[in-house]
């Protein structure tokens, strides 16, 4: 029976990384509802639907969200065609299996076996999980999302089933291409992407903040011979993320010191040249620097 569980979850998990979803963070304002941001962003009312199931909210009347919640809107993507790219590669990619490549040509007006021109444009659908409760159908499913009955037949392709029935508990994902936003939703669309980005930079600045902590314990390694244990640290913290040009330049500065009293000369090269372009005036002075580290330099 464990195994059994762990099968199942294993397959959930990996039935939801394949989902490629899309969309942006709107934060309620006071005395909004789901109907009132779908009529905004979509223009459309009745998508509230998709917004209540995309936050695993109760839809009636929106009263499931309260001022300050932050909510995930749904919206489709678009990917520029590079070359050789095709519709079952695309579909791998952003679908998460190529046996999707007829939804996304179809969605797009092409052909899965005609692969798509070099620099089109094509749309991406937002990718909806839905946890199925008692009585549901891929029919009833497809009525409800897509607009019609008759579409279930999709959403059993998607999800490579043969049963339109469904039983409590399964997950089944419908893919939506039909999500495009009013002008009001692309310029709050856009709002949400600078203040996702303003976020990443504030998560870089505690990054920053925690490297420069690690420093001193990694000059330390240097000094104290320990160079193994330098190079360890010091390839750790180049890992971590976006470093300034300081940072980078210390580290690769211990690192080349450290390369060099291990006779990592290759390395040694590779830590000068990374030094060099971050450190903003180099110095190689013969009465400070030993003569094993200026080799390493030699060439740059």
Not at 165 to 189: F, H, S, Y
Not at 196 to 222: T, W, Y
Request: net charge negative; hydrophobic share 45%; glycine share 8%.
């Amino acid at each position: 029976m464990r195994i059994r569980r762990l099968a199942m979850v294993t397959s959930l998990a990996a039935l939801l990384a394949a989902t490629n979803a899309h969309g942006f963070v709107h934060i309620v304002r006071p005395g909004e509802t789901l109907s009132q941001i779908s009529t905004r962003v979509y223009g459309d009312a009745r998508l509230e639907l998709v917004i209540a199931d995309a936050n695993a909210l109760d839809v009636q009347g929106g009263s499931g969200i309260v001022a300050g919640m932050r909510l995930e809107i749904p919206a489709c993507s678009f990917h520029r065609v590079l070359e050789r790219e095709t519709w079952p590669s695309l579909a791998r990619e952003y679908l998460g299996d190529s046996g999707r490549a007829d939804e996304l040509a179809l969605i797009n007006g092409g052909l899965a076996w005609i692969a798509p021109s070099p620099e089109q444009e094509v749309k991406l659908p937002y990718v909806l999980t839905h946890i199925a409760a008692e009585g549901d159908t891929t029919t009833k499913l497809a009525h409800r999302y897509l607009g019609d009955a008759n579409f279930g037949w999709k959403i059993d392709a998607f999800n490579g089933r043969k049963e339109w029935k469904l039983v409590r508990g399964d997950v089944v994902l419908v893919p939506l291409a039909d999500l495009d936003l009013t002008e009001a939703g692309k310029a709050e669309a856009a709002q949400a992407q600078t203040r996702d980005r303003s976020q990443a930079a504030g998560a870089s600045l505690e990054l920053q903040r925690k490297v420069d902590a690690e420093l001193p314990p990694l000059l330390s390694d240097v000094r104290a011979g320990r160079y193994v244990e330098a190079v360890a640290r010091g390839n750790r913290l180049l890992g971590l993320g976006e470093l300034s040009r300081v940072q980078l330049a210390t580290i690769h500065r211990a690192l080349l010191e450290a390369y060099v009293a291990l006779e990592a000369h290759g390395s040694a090269a590779a830590a000068c040249a990374d030094w060099m372009k971050n450190e903003p005036h180099p110095v190689l002075d013969p009465m400070l620097v030993s003569p094993k580290i200026r080799a390493a330099c030699a060439a740059h």
